[in-house]
């Protein structure tokens, strides 16, 4: 007795201390710690350094270069002569004009930097979502710990009232028989459901990226009266949903962004056929350490405008615009696709939903039927006037009712989260 009371008040101690999570915070540190968020900020840094690469050549562009030399040289006559030449140069070039080529390829940089910053708000509703079901299946599990708990009250209580009936002549042995068989089935149920919740813990931490305060931590929102379960408010009409999902949902931003950086990468190509205008400028110095006196100059410089026109690759720019002009038109068709399937989505989770509402006021009225018949079934029992196997049968009845009333109502909410997943909210 005072190991149990010692055992329970190092439990009471250890609840106190632990940290009751919410949903919202442990979407906060899924979006701190997930890896799955750290890879696509990753690809949206990256991006946004290739949008400054693409910027690049509307910049000057600088380069210096300096050389010590050491030469030797014999000319006719026996003269030698050998010595040191130090020199260095300086060249400046300017992009002036350039038709339209570098504005193209600025464009469709950046216009990719904001897709891929759109992906990044993709990844981050994806990991809510994956957050938020498991969350739920952790509370289902906990939840269901409850009504295994009772399902072993009820079966103890059975157990007690065979044995008196047994004592009093008036059951057979055979009913104290099946109440320890069940008795011990319920402690299985309870302990596989508790196993159950561990492993869902262990996938809602995968999702998080991290174990929060070691472990030392309880979810919240778990309830322990399931006679009051109940869901909040409809939703809004499918029509009203489809325009917010067409308005906000990630997916569909990226894919608009895609179009404008193909349109504009293929604006960049199809401004391959003009020329390039450059403004050049030069400086060079050189210092020679020699006998004979040198040809070259030791200073020299100039500046000037440099116009370059490609006049035949060989096919390759017609053939890049052409690709630059397809990968437009797969764009567009891309969009299409996702419109098709953010519609689908939508609807999908929306029917769902209502599913899941329905399905919860079912379970509801099943389980005040459930709970009717097994209290009606004991007094029968009791009475003589019914066998053991029915009073069990009425009592696993009221159990799977409850079961399936904890299913149906985090059901719900995890269908709340596809819903708003598939909207974009």
């Given at each position: 007795m005072e190991r149990k009371i010692f055992l329970l008040a190092i439990l009471s101690s250890a609840l106190l201390t632990a940290r009751a999570l919410r949903v919202d915070e442990l979407v906060q540190i899924a979006l701190k710690h997930s890896p799955d968020i750290r890879i696509g900020d990753y690809e949206y840094r990256a991006s946004h350094q290739r949008s400054r690469i693409s910027e690049s050549v509307r910049l000057p562009q600088i380069s210096a270069t300096a050389a010590l030399e050491h030469g030797e040289d014999r000319y006719a006559g026996g003269i030698d002569d050998h010595g040191d030449t130090l020199r260095g140069g300086l060249r400046l070039e300017q992009l002036l004009y350039d038709f339209g080529r570098s504005g193209g390829s600025i464009e469709a940089a950046w216009e990719?930097?904001?897709l891929y910053r759109a992906r990044l708000r993709q990844i981050v509703a994806d990991k809510v979502y994956q957050v938020k079901l498991r969350y739920y299946d952790a509370l289902k599990a906990k939840t269901q710990i409850r009504v295994q708990e009772k399902n072993l009250k009820l079966q103890k209580e059975q157990l007690r009232r065979a044995r008196r009936y047994?004592?009093?002549?008036?059951k057979t042995v055979v009913d104290v028989t099946d109440?320890?068989?069940?008795?011990e089935q319920a402690r299985k149920s309870l302990s596989d459901t508790r196993y159950l919740l561990k492993l869902r813990r262990a996938m809602l931490e995968e999702s998080l990226g991290t174990v929060p305060d070691e472990g030392r931590y309880i979810l919240y929102g778990a309830t322990t009266d399931l006679a009051r379960l109940s869901l909040p408010g409809k939703e809004a009409p499918l029509s009203e949903l489809m325009r917010y999902a067409l308005k906000h949902r990630p997916l569909l931003q990226g894919v608009e962004h895609g179009i404008?950086?193909?349109?504009?990468?293929?604006?960049s190509k199809e401004a391959h056929y003009t020329p390039i205008l450059n403004l050049v400028g030069e400086a060079a110095a050189r210092h020679d350490d020699t006998k004979l006196p040198s040809s070259m100059p030791t200073r020299h410089a100039k500046v000037g405008v440099e116009l370059s026109w490609n006049l035949f690759s060989g096919y390759r720019d017609s053939a890049e615009a052409q690709e630059a002009r397809i990968y437009a038109m797969k764009a567009r068709a891309q969009k299409d696709r996702a419109v098709l399937t953010i519609r689908?989505?939508?609807?999908?989770?929306?029917l769902n939903l209502r599913q899941k509402r329905e399905a919860f006021r079912l379970s509801r009225a099943i389980v005040a039927q459930a709970k009717e018949k097994f209290r009606q079934a004991q007094k029968r029992y009791d009475n003589d006037l019914a066998d053991y196997i029915e009073l069990q049968e009425a009592r696993q009845s009221y159990i799977d009712a409850l079961s399936g009333l904890v299913n149906s109502y985090?059901?719900?909410y995890a269908a709340r989260a596809q819903l708003d997943r598939a909207i974009g909210r």
């Open positions: 990719n930097e904001m047994l004592e009093a002549g008036i109440a320890r068989l069940r008795l404008r950086s193909a349109d504009a990468a293929a604006r689908r989505e939508v609807t999908q989770a929306d985090y059901d719900y």
